[in-house]
């Protein structure tokens, strides 16, 4: 199975900042790399697919890029609504993998 | 309204079972993929079983092979999981999720809101 890693796991920051978080894959997986976000008590969204295209609906300010085994999710200027946490998912193989999760709280 | 409803979900003892269903609306149901993936407490997520549109294909996750079957009518819009031999580190939140993509990426771009499995004594 291919492994997902996360960095890091939690950071603080706040509204303004510019936020990046790292997923590592344990073998290449060309762009086959998707960006959730989940808020407490509620499903996992979409915001990423194929590390770079944002979904439909989702803030310009949240960007994804990388190829092969790294991967980034960038947040240009960090609003009050996206403290969450955040999980990268791999759709190279099955089965699917998910990283353990960023949760991005507030400074 | 796109969406996907779970249910099914509960409080139940070490070695029992339950059903879980997922109620689908607002899309071709029949054309799509479709998943369940779990998070348990303060974890992340964790696929647990796929089913390909028409039924025909299934995969689990190891820790449920043998234990949990995905099934799907296509004709009322559902998609069950079975659970039977449930255990301790079964318990987690239960998410439907579709998947949808080609072969440039797959992702999972609609959920449902997630049905709590408790196993306990």
């Known amino acids: 199975d291919i492994q997902m890693t996360q960095s890091p796991s939690s950071l603080s920051a706040s509204v303004g900042d510019r936020v990046t978080i790292t997923c590592r894959a344990s073998q290449k997986i060309s762009n086959y790399v998707n960006w959730y976000q989940q808020k407490a008590g509620k499903a996992p969204k979409l915001l990423i697919y194929g590390a770079s295209s944002l979904q439909s609906g989702v803030p310009s300010r949240f960007s994804g890029s990388g190829s092969g085994t790294t991967f980034t999710l960038t947040i240009r200027s960090l609003q009050p609504e996206d403290f969450a946490t955040y999980h990268c998912?791999?759709?190279?193989?099955?089965?699917?993998?998910f990283g353990q999760g960023t949760k991005v709280e507030i400074k | 309204e796109v969406q996907l409803v779970e249910s099914g979900g509960g409080f139940v003892q070490p070695g029992g079972s339950l059903r879980l269903s997922c109620a689908a609306s607002g899309f071709t149901f029949s054309r799509s993929w479709m998943y369940w993936v779990r998070q348990a407490p303060g974890e992340g997520l964790v696929w647990v079983a796929r089913l390909n549109s028409d039924g025909s294909s299934s995969r689990y996750e190891d820790s449920v092979k043998g234990r949990f079957t995905i099934s799907r009518d296509n004709a009322k819009n559902t998609l069950d999981l079975q659970m039977n031999s449930l255990r301790h580190d079964d318990t987690a939140v239960y998410y439907c999720?579709?998947?949808?993509?080609?072969?440039?990426?797959?992702?999972?771009?609609?959920w449902g809101r997630g049905t709590l499995v408790t196993v306990s004594s």
């Open positions: 998912q791999q759709s190279y193989s099955i089965p699917r993998t």
């Open positions: 999720a579709r998947e949808d993509g080609d072969n440039s990426g797959w992702h999972f771009d609609l």
